[in-house]
Every structure is written in structure tokens, then in C-alpha cells.
């Protein structure tokens, strides 16, 4: 079974005077609010309703649950404010920041998580969705962003930490070829170039499928500049983690973006080794199930490389 939740407070856990401010950015009170599950961030994620009626979607963390989480929804703030209205994410109502707790109050978005195991349909609406969201941020309507080959520079240093320092639960076939992982890694970083302004974590938990049709992306602190094929590539590793059905997606993507196959391939091989390696790492303070859903995601993208290796 993959995990892909962390641990998370809950909205009466959140300190009065955040809550009130919420409040505030909402103009009533709070009165009922309901948790959801997903994500791996160890703060509270609530959708709520005030005495008015109105309706919104409130994340709210300080530094005792994660020093580093309340960075996070500063940046998830900040990009979320940027985005074009029609991109496919919701809005930024308001946000409360006192230097320890961040509080974002976003948009309301009925919807559901995709189905796990991914059913073919759902994969289809949210490629499509994710093609024409690459055409709305290209170029990045948000400014002052990492780009991709930045943000992940360090975690494709995965197969070399690995070859220094084997585990003794390698899979055989990687261990073999641990010298080249290391080069086709190097090929997947400089593959990572473009002016498209891309989420960088998607996956079906920050995925809400409404029943208008419409896909809506939410999550957005990891959001850099990259190429165009890059959300659809990692929105096929999620597939391939649930155990879908990925057979030839690899080439319809590069055809359908002018990329070369072997560059999407190459990138799931630096992927694979990030995910390998950082699972070995004790987990970050408030989040202990990461490290789990790290491994198991190491494990299927290793076995789609291999699969396409041997093909």
C-alpha cells in the first residue's frame, strides 16, 4: 500500500489569534470545519465555512511543526497570488503571517482526488489539463522562481551519494550500472531547461478532479521555471507508483513536446536516484511518513527504467 499522507493538526490546534485572523480574511466566523487527509505537510489543511456561508480552504503551520513548513507556505503564497486567473489553481483569498505561523485562505474547490490505481480516463483528463496549463505559464507569469535544474541539482546527486555508499537492498540491475545512472543523470539535468513555469509536485493528492470536468492543481511552493513536458512526466511517475498503465506515455509525451525521449527518460533516472537516496535519511521533524512514500516512489520509477531499458 502507498502512503502518500503525513501527519497533520487540526484547525482547533491552530493558535486562537491565527484563527481569529482567518476570520478576519473571511469576515465571519468560523464555523464549521472539516480536515483532510493527503499531503505531507504536518500542519492543518481545513476546508471551512463561516457563519455567512462562505466557504474557503485554509492551511495554516508554525515553525514547532516543521522549521521549515511555514517557508513553504510563504512561497505557496506568493506564487498562488501570481498565477493568471484561468490558470488551473485555486485562489488566494488572503494570508496571515506573524513570523511563526503562515496561514494561507485559499478558494474553495469541490472536487476529489483522482482514483488510485489511476483510471485511464483521469490520466487522460489530467494530461490534458496539464498541456494547456503549460501553454497559460509559458512564459512564467511569476517572477523570482528557481529553475528546475536549480531546485533539483542537489537531488540528482543521488546515484553518485549512492555508488559511494551502496545499500545493501539495492536491486541488483542498478547496482550493476550505478556508472551510468550517473551519467544519463547528468543528461536528465541539463535536459531541464525552458521558460514554462512548472508545479513541480504533481501527483493525485494535489489533484482535484471536479465534477464539472474541470482539473484544478493545488500545492504550489515548489513551482519553477522548466520545460514544458515536466509536470506531464512527473504526473506519469504517479501513475507508474500506483501501478497504472504507462506503456509507450514516455514517447506520446516527448512527441506531443517537441522533446527527445531519451531527455524524459533521463530525468526519471535522476528521479529515481533522489528518491533512493533520501529515503535512507532519517525522516524531516513532523513529517515521518516521507521517507516510506520516497522509497516506494524510488521503487516503481526503478522498475519503469528498467522496463524500458530491456524493452
Known sequence: MVVHAGVRIGWLDVPDEVRAAVEVVLGAPVVEATSQVGGFSPGTADRVRSADGRRAFVKAVGLAQNP???????????????????????????VHDDGDWVALV??????????????????????????????????????????????????????????????????????????????????????????????????ADNLLMGTDGRVTVVDWPWACTGPAWLDRLLLLLNVRLYGGDTHDMIRRCAAETGANPDDLVAVLIGLAGFFLDTARRPPPPGIPTVRAFQRAQGDAVLAWVRAMWTS
Open 68 to 94: 521549515d513548513s511555514p517557508g513553504m507556505h510563504r512561497r505557496e503564497a506568493r506564487i498562488t497570488a501570481a498565477l493568471p486567473a484561468h490558470a488551473p489553481a485555486p485562489r488566494l483569498l488572503g
Open 106 to 203: 485559499l478558494e474553495d474547490v469541490e472536487g476529489r482526488h483522482p482514483v488510485t490505481p489511476w483510471r485511464p480516463d483521469e490520466v487522460f483528463r489530467v494530461l490534458a489539463t496539464l498541456e494547456r496549463m503549460a501553454h497559460t505559464l509559458t512564459p512564467t507569469p511569476v517572477d523570482d522562481v528557481p529553475t528546475a535544474a536549480g531546485s533539483l541539482a542537489d537531488d540528482f546527486e543521488g546515484w553518485r551519494n549512492i555508488a559511494s555508499d551502496p545499500p545493501s537492498d539495492l536491486d541488483a540491475w542498478a547496482t550493476e550500472r550505478l556508472d551510468e545512472f550517473v551519467v544519463w543523470t547528468d543528461r536528465g539535468l541539463s535536459a531541464l531547461t525552458g521558460d514554462t513555469l512548472v508545479h513541480l509536485d504533481v501527483r
